[in-house]
């Protein structure tokens, strides 16, 4: 989830041609998702405020966050502190410290009453989760749902990256319950419906496959990832003259995106088995 944690998606499936395609990302045009924000009360206290100027700081620019984080933490500015410290060094990629500052931000949120630490639980969830700690993200997105304080959308999300721990952890059936569970929760998400094409296609499941990206193409017809997806599942399904559609949209939506990359490649692989 996760604006600045807009972590990688870590379902990498084989390209038709045999070679790993680029980590799915959230489709091209994702939510802007602050999460540690978006429960916060519409009275805003003067902590609140220093939050928010620290994240957003934490964004802009990492170095200077890191800096006004640690100030914050030394006059006592407790968990909030802690999480924008866990914010920055996520912005840095820097897991194995972003990971307990996000635990502590939310152990604090919770001896506090404060209901973002379902939020913070979440964060440090998707930290782990890029980090390779898979079972200590299970552990933390478990935290996160455990007080029900979230709603269907941030309920959503957890249940999505919790499909992405079983996934990197090649436990399919359990990351296929996770997704159904998604569908129920945020039917309106194209990167939920995107992902479970996309695992329906390495587990086989091509009539599901087909129908999840068909629902991906309806919410996020013109991002270049749901139609990198639907190329690969139309080449594997036999259909060359879909695929080479669906890649050259993919090419045609995102030029420069990862997804069009992988697309010209396929593209170029066609041109050559059909020369040979």
Known sequence: MISSLLLPILIQSATPFGSPIDPVLRPSQPKSEQPAQSSVPKTQKPTDRRFFQCTAEATEDPGKGLLAANKWQIEGGGYLARNCLGFAYAELQNW????????????????????????????????ALAGGDHAGALKYFEAALAPDTLDDLLKGEVHLDMARVFVAQ????????EFAIVHQLVPEDPLGWLLS??????????????????????RAGTD???????????????????????WEQAVKFGPDSPSAKAAKRYLAQLVTSAEE
């Open 170 to 177: 090649e436990q399919y059936d359990q990351a296929k319950n």
């Open 224 to 246: 270049p990832a749901v139609a990198l997806e639907a190329g690969n599942i139309a080449y594997q399904a036999g259909d060359v003259v879909n695929a080479k559609s669906n």
């Open 96 to 127: 194995t410290k972003a990971i307990p500052e996000f635990v502590q931000s939310a152990e604090g949120a919770e001896a506090a009453g404060d209901d973002r630490a379902a939020i913070f639980w979440s964060q440090a969830g998707n930290a």
């Open 197 to 218: 094409a996309t695992l329906a296609r390495r587990t086989g499941d091509l009539v599901t496959a087909k129908s999840d990206i068909a629902e991906a193409a309806k």
